[in-house]
């Protein structure tokens, strides 16, 4: 069983930054598409950013220019460096990662941003 571990989340002031860090128990190089979704209280689960494996990274129109997804597979890590943070950032951030049969989400982070 593939399992993939956030962390990075944290309390930070509007205009801060984070980077938060997903690794996974196997290859990520197994992963056609590793991504991150944030969820905030009473509001549906979104896609923040993807990276593809050998493609380029997408990212929500609300995160672009701020976030920055990578993925390091020698380190079976995929990072989202988040910068000029908001209040509406605010929310518990998963990552999630596809392979040819099967979706894999890890457990979350809470990221608050106080204004």
């Known amino acids: 069983q593939v399992q993939l571990v956030e962390s990075g989340g944290d309390l930070v002031q509007a205009g801060g930054s984070l980077r938060l860090s997903c690794v996974a128990s196997?290859?990520?190089?197994?992963?056609?598409?590793m991504g991150w979704y944030r969820q905030a209280p009473a509001k549906q689960r979104e896609m923040v950013a993807r990276?593809?494996?050998?493609?380029?990274?997408m990212y929500a129109d609300s995160v672009k220019g701020r976030f920055t997804i990578s993925r390091d597979n020698g380190k079976n890590t995929v990072y989202l460096q988040m910068n000029s943070l908001k209040p509406e950032d605010t929310a518990v951030y998963y990552c999630?990662?596809?392979?040819?049969?099967?979706?894999?989400w890890g457990q979350g982070t809470q990221v608050t941003v106080a204004s």
């Open positions: 999630y990662g596809k392979t040819w049969t099967r979706d894999y």
């Open positions: 196997e290859s990520i190089s197994r992963f056609n598409l």
């Open positions: 990276i593809p494996s050998g493609g380029s990274a």
